[in-house]
């Protein structure tokens, strides 16, 4: 008795599998027309948002790469308030401690202050950055963006690069002299002549506007600076890493009380927030596509329920109980949702798989890469979020619009179900 008390259960639910997997199949066309939607859907949804991610990543690279790096070595509060007496002490032996122990070139320590820069013609107020000339192209894009002239070769030199914006409003050229006019860290007077050794054009008009670069040795003569500079910029690897990565920095100068490591999201918490805005914007039309399909999904299973009236009157009135048939056509629906996702999300990954390796272009994306010095081409990024997410949502939405149809069968009535016609 025990025995058949334990079987009895098993057997039931695979009864109900194959009475369900057989009422999909009465109407082959339009359970495949459901079906195909969601695969449709399951594949669209899957490519998208790994293209989406994979989009972002690109993003968050080339805006980081551009200037910010991935991470940067601060005096603690440097970030908040930025003053040119908050640096740190010997920075490039920092930055070479730093190269060495993490085994990456992607290093590379600056000064930052602000000074007057006058032309024979004209003046501007420009944020003066002090640079490693040997490796600030591992940390930033700008070394690669020069269109006229060439980029620092020493470290010593009295040269200045500035950018297409404001060498048009000084009026200058390669060769030209510009005066700078600033305060040093012991609040001397700065003053210097430099020449102009290349214009970059980044096509960020604040940046081609109001930053110009010298060479770290130069510009900590010029502003008093001994041995100081204010950060040492990092870059991963990969934009993953950079958790890790942030960990050994942190380990690295743990003996440097007074400094901290700041990751892109400190820095650039503005990027972070268009990321949210732009999901949300995504998720906007993906929902659209969603409800369509949960739309299609409850159609086919109240038309199933509406044709089968008469045959589940006649199966209540043998004894069968109600909630029986309910849970029957919510496995159909079940059954033909995962059929939905395991396919779709199948084929999307495939495809998304197949762009991550030979990537994705749109018209005119390689010259905007040439220009400003960017990837040519996009590739999604797969994980299993970027997967199942989309896919997940629809396999839920579906079982949810079943619902209705399911709960109509809990109040039907064996003798009216019977007569309908």
Do not use: C
């Amino acid at each position: 008795m025990k025995a058949s008390l334990n079987i009895a259960p098993n057997m039931s639910l695979h009864i109900g599998l194959r009475m369900a997997w057989r009422n999909l199949w009465r109407h082959k066309r339009r359970t495949w027309l459901t079906v195909g939607a969601m695969i449709f859907s399951n594949l669209l949804l899957v490519f998208l948002i790994s293209l989406q991610f994979g989009s972002y990543r690109m993003m968050i690279d080339n805006t980081l790469k551009s200037y910010t790096g991935h991470m940067q070595v601060q005096h603690r509060g440097y970030n908040d308030n930025p003053k040119i007496r908050t640096s740190i002490e010997g920075i490039i032996p920092l930055a070479s401690k730093i190269r060495k122990q993490l085994g990456t070139d992607m290093v590379a320590a600056r000064g930052v202050a602000f000074a007057m820069t006058s032309s024979k013609q004209r003046s501007y107020g420009l944020q003066i950055i002090g640079i490693e000339p040997q490796f600030e192209a591992n940390v930033s894009t700008l070394p690669g963006l020069i269109i006229k002239g060439k980029y620092f070769t020493d470290s010593n030199a009295e040269e200045i690069i500035i950018g297409s914006v404001l060498a048009r409003n000084l009026r200058v050229v390669i060769g030209d002299e510009l005066t700078l006019l600033g305060s040093g860290r012991d609040g001397s007077f700065a003053a210097g002549v430099v020449t102009v050794a290349g214009i970059f054009e980044s096509g960020i008009i604040d940046i081609d506007r109001s930053m110009a670069q010298l060479p770290l040795a130069y510009f900590q003569s010029l502003f008093s600076m001994g041995d100081q500079g204010h950060n040492i910029v990092i870059n991963a690897s990969d934009l993953t890493q950079v958790t890790a990565l942030k960990k050994q920095v942190s380990h690295i100068i743990s003996d440097r009380k007074e400094l901290t490591v700041l990751d892109w999201n400190q820095l650039q918490p503005g990027l972070k927030q268009a990321i949210q805005a732009d999901m949300t914007s995504a998720w906007f039309m993906y929902a659209v596509l969603i409800i369509l399909v949960a739309f299609s999904v409850l159609n086919t299973q109240l038309m199933s329920v509406l044709e089968r009236t008469r045959e589940f009157g006649t199966m209540m009135a043998l004894g069968l109980k109600p909630s029986r048939l309910s849970t029957l056509v919510f496995t159909e629906t079940f059954l033909m949702s995962g059929l939905g996702l395991v396919l779709g999300t199948a084929l999307g990954t495939l495809l998304a798989y197949y762009l991550s390796i030979v990537g994705f272009s749109y018209p005119g994306m390689e010259e905007m890469a040439v220009r400003f010095n960017l990837p040519d081409r996009m590739y999604p990024s797969l994980s299993l979020l970027s997967i199942f997410l989309g896919p997940g949502v629809v396999f839920i939405f579906s079982l949810l619009a079943s619902l209705y149809p399911s709960l109509r069968l809990l109040f039907l009535q064996p003798v009216s179900a019977m007569r309908a016609v």
